[in-house]
């Protein structure tokens, strides 16, 4: 076992570096639109005279057909065809996930993601005007993309145990975060000259990262000869499966438990049979994640996909400053993702972490909007504290929560159903993801202060959602404080 240390070591920080660059660059690949948008429907009589000779047309460097006064509502036509298509898409993906190669569904995946994204940009070049190509080459994208979320984060549950899972997944997950900003950055070096490049190189970036995984990802530690983790500590009556079944419900799962399968490895493709959506939909605490995931991707996406935007309508910003100070939203969000896990990981209550910056959050997004263009200085301090609460419980529920929920001691072991959990939660909140940019996209017209009455409404539900799991966490910190104290 000792010779074996320095290896699997080595294989760990592998995993941890390939899967990071891979969903960087899924989020990467995903930015620009929020960046192109002000490109699209721009303040054209800031640009001078109409060199074509139409001195009565205030739309003419807009791109045909968001150049009309419904454009906001073709905007989030296409961030809805994205993400309906995602959110569809997801629930499919990980059962596949769990029966097919992870490398060569991961990888399979972002070449597809970089095809459709660059497909996107190509328009530009190919002066295209027809609102259906975008829309079509967007659902592509969204139905591609699913393959992204379930595989890295079942290669890393398959490599890294539960004892600091909160603090290890905090600092990957920053990979949204690193990504968003890239792709910001990467977007808005070209959204005034070729908007067309926006799209392209980063369709580049994700192919070139995924043919790297292809040849460079592993599995499983058993693929290379080494242990797989402890995923949770065992008790009594887990060694005892009738006891198993009879705490958490009938799971009909085959596998052995993570212990016997430490001793003997095997290709893990091969023993345990995948786990049905039935069946994982029953592991507690699933069901509660999922539904608050929904309401916390709402907030998180309706700000990737129009904080720009605001920022160009409120202060008055140009498109390529307005993305540059977006990235201050992510920058919150990976501080906010480490926070996070470091405090569920001390705490041991992952719902509870999440439902205390919800519930911080809500204030915080009505004083943004109220006071976050008061000043340079306001507007830094207030996107970051806004990205760190909104973001934080969204990546601490999409990773450590997920990897506990798949590896839960109801299964018994069985490393499967890591891929199928994942893609429940992260699918029903990509439901969300896919309602908030589009009722954004609804209610804008009316006024950004209704906008941000719906994300405050969301963060609420959020956290009332998970308000049985918090008591439940509530219960087991008492519980040892009265033994101490003799009850």
């Not at 054209?44 to 001195?55: T, V």
């Not at 500590?233 to 079944?245: H, L, R």
């Not at 001390?346 to 976050?372: E, I, K, Q």
Request: overall charge negative.
């Amino acid at each position: 076992l000792t010779s074996l240390l320095p290896s699997s070591h080595s294989y760990r920080g592998l995993t941890l570096v390939l899967t990071f660059l891979s969903y960087t660059s899924y989020h990467l690949s995903r930015k620009p639109i929020s960046i192109v948008k002000s490109q699209l429907h721009p303040n054209c009589s800031a640009l001078g005279p109409n060199p074509h000779n139409d001195s009565n047309s205030t739309t003419w460097c807009s791109w045909a057909p968001f150049d009309g006064d419904n454009y906001k509502e073709l905007f989030g036509a296409l961030d809805n065809a994205f993400l309906v298509a995602y959110a569809i898409g997801m629930f499919i993906s990980g059962i596949f996930g769990e029966r097919l190669p992870l490398r060569y569904y991961l990888s399979g995946g972002m070449v597809l993601s970089g095809l459709f994204t660059a497909l996107f940009g190509l328009g530009y070049f190919w002066d295209i005007h027809v609102l259906w190509y975008f829309i079509i080459v967007q659902v592509c994208n969204g139905l591609v993309q699913t393959t992204g979320w379930p595989a890295v984060v079942a290669c890393v549950g398959n490599w890294f145990g539960k004892g600091k899972r909160g603090l290890i997944m905090g600092i990957w997950n920053s990979h949204t975060s690193v990504g968003n900003i890239l792709g910001s950055l990467i977007a808005g070096a070209w959204v005034s000259s070729a908007w067309g490049l926006s799209f392209v190189v980063p369709g580049i970036i994700i192919t070139v990262v995924g043919i790297i995984c292809f040849f460079f990802l592993v599995e499983y530690p058993e693929d290379v000869d080494c242990n797989p983790p402890l995923h949770h500590v065992m008790t009594t009556s887990e060694k005892d499966p009738e006891a198993v079944i009879s705490n958490e419900g009938p799971l009909s799962l085959s596998g052995q438990s993570s212990v016997d399968h430490s001793k003997s490895p095997k290709e893990p493709a091969e023993e345990p049979e995948a786990i049905s959506f039935l069946g994982a939909l029953r592991i507690p605490g699933v069901v509660e994640f999922s539904l608050c995931l929904l309401f916390a991707k709402l907030v998180s996406y309706t700000f990737l996909y129009w904080l720009p935007l605001y920022i160009v309508n409120v202060a008055h910003f140009g498109a390529k400053e307005a993305g540059d100070l977006s990235t201050l939203f992510d920058v919150g969000g990976i501080l906010g993702g480490i926070f996070a896990g470091l405090i569920s990981d001390y705490t041991g209550g992952r719902a509870t972490t999440c439902c205390v910056m919800l519930v911080v959050a809500a204030p915080m997004l009505f004083l943004y909007n109220h006071v976050g263009q008061n000043g340079i200085g306001t507007s830094i301090a207030m996107l970051i504290i806004c990205g760190a609460l909104v973001n934080g419980p969204y990546a601490l529920i999409t990773t450590a929560v997920s990897a506990d929920l798949g590896t839960h001691e109801s299964l018994k072991g069985n490393a499967k159903a890591l891929s199928t959990v994942t893609a429940i939660i992260d699918g029903t909140g990509s439901v969300g993801a896919a309602l908030g940019p589009l009722l954004a996209g609804l209610i804008s017209p009316t006024g950004w202060n209704n906008v941000f009455y719906m994300l405050i409404a969301a963060d609420v539900l959020a956290c009332l959602l998970l308000a049985r799991v918090v008591v439940k966490e509530a219960r087991g910190w008492c519980g040892p404080m009265a033994r101490q104290r003799g009850y």
